[in-house]
């Protein structure tokens, strides 16, 4: 069964930056589709980014378009989302996720695999 985990959340301050890390075990993540996704305290989760398995294909929610980047480092099988000029609005637990279909989406229900997440906060 696929595993991951997430890591580089914390406590930044607005217009800061972090980069999450979603590391897998047992398989190879370029096989997979990959997407991050956030869920704040009494809101529903969302989806910000993801990564398409068999190229460089992407996709980003229109509230992180230009401030976050989703990539993917083979060699050491992890896929990042680089988050620049964070605002307050992006805290949430942030999650990564797995899926073996034909494209990338922002769907979660399309998802098999999730990690345990990773609390960012932004806040001054």
């Known amino acids: 069964q696929l595993q991951f985990v997430e890591s580089g959340g914390g406590l930044v301050q607005p217009g800061g930056s972090l980069r999450l890390s979603c590391a897998a075990s047992?398989?190879?993540?370029?096989?997979?589709?990959i997407g991050w996704f956030r869920q704040a305290p009494g809101k529903e989760r969302e989806g910000v980014s993801c990564?398409?398995?068999?190229?460089?294909?992407?996709k980003y929610a229109d509230s992180v378009k230009g401030r976050f980047t989703i990539s993917r480092d083979n060699a050491k099988n992890t896929v990042y989302l680089q988050m620049n000029s964070l605002k307050p609005e992006d805290t949430a637990i942030y999650y990564c996720a797995a899926d073996d279909g034909s494209g990338c989406t922002l769907r979660e229900y399309e998802y098999d695999y999730w990690g345990q997440g990773t609390q960012v906060t932004v806040s001054s």
């Open positions: 990564l398409f398995k068999s190229g460089s294909s992407t």
């Open positions: 047992r398989l190879t993540l370029d096989y997979y589709n």
